[in-house]
């Protein structure tokens, strides 16, 4: 059974982290918590570790020592299918380039998740209308989302899309990785405010990466990267 731990969101502590089969680079983090609701900025420079610390976080990475704790839970103590089963149902990721299926419909995107993840499909009563749901939320055409394709959709629209499928089924800690970083200072200020109010209307915890520190007020909390973890070489 995984081991439980503490209330945070997000709990790391004495980590130490090298990509296998690689001696150039190493990260460790002595100690890092999110309190559970929470919205942190962690602002990061290209090459800081910033997609490290999200890969050990989301559990897609597995630590060379330390706790990884996230929802109470040691991912560090898990083997490789039940971190992946725990990051599904647990964990929604915006990533930096949506990585949405392009011959597929928003709606069909934005489903996705829940095929993989029963808490989250079992929290949602009505998955279709809880996806035009949040999608109206965040600013699309409810015929935009059941019959585009992904491909046909603007930038903007594909970030939206990608915000509702990291919703979706009320998960409770979302990762954004450089969300908004295709967007302009406008349109970037509009898509931050819409993932909050649902970020807030879940109660989940949102953790978001960006090297644009101009979004940083609108957090309750900022650190840099480099002030949580030390990156160098590793040994040979």
């Not at 839970?73 to 089963?85: H, I, K, S, T």
């Not at 930096?96 to 095929?115: C, D, K, T, V």
């Not at 879940?202 to 480099?226: E, K, N, P, Q, Y």
């Amino acid at each position: 059974m995984p081991t439980r731990t503490d209330r945070d969101a997000i709990r790391l502590r004495d980590l130490s982290f090298t990509w296998p089969g690689r001696t150039g680079f190493s990260l460790t983090v002595p100690e890092f918590s999110v309190a559970a609701g929470e919205k942190l900025f962690l602002l990061g420079e290209s090459g800081s570790g910033k997609s490290t610390l999200l890969s050990l976080i989301c559990g897609i990475a597995a630590p060379r020592a330390g706790q990884v704790a996230v929802d109470g839970v040691d991912l560090a103590r898990l083997r490789g299918p039940a971190r992946d089963r725990f990051r599904a149902n647990r964990i929604g990721v915006i990533f930096q380039m949506f990585n949405l299926l392009p011959y597929a419909s928003p709606l069909e995107n934005i489903l996705l998740p829940l095929a993989f993840a029963p808490e989250r499909r079992t929290s949602v009563g009505d998955p279709h209308a809880e996806a035009l749901r949040l999608t109206g939320a965040l600013g699309l055409d409810p015929d935009l989302v059941l019959r585009a394709r992904a491909s046909e959709l603007s930038i903007g629209q594909q970030q939206r899309v990608a915000a509702a499928r990291a919703l979706i089924g009320g998960p409770r800690l979302v990762i954004a990785d450089e969300p908004t970083s295709a967007l302009d200072a406008a349109t970037q200020g509009a898509f931050i405010e819409l993932l909050m109010s649902q970020v807030d209307a879940a109660g989940a915890t949102l953790v978001l990466v960006s090297h644009d520190a101009r979004l940083a007020d609108r957090f309750d909390r900022v650190r840099d990267i480099s002030e949580i973890a030390v990156t160098g070489r590793a040994a040979a």
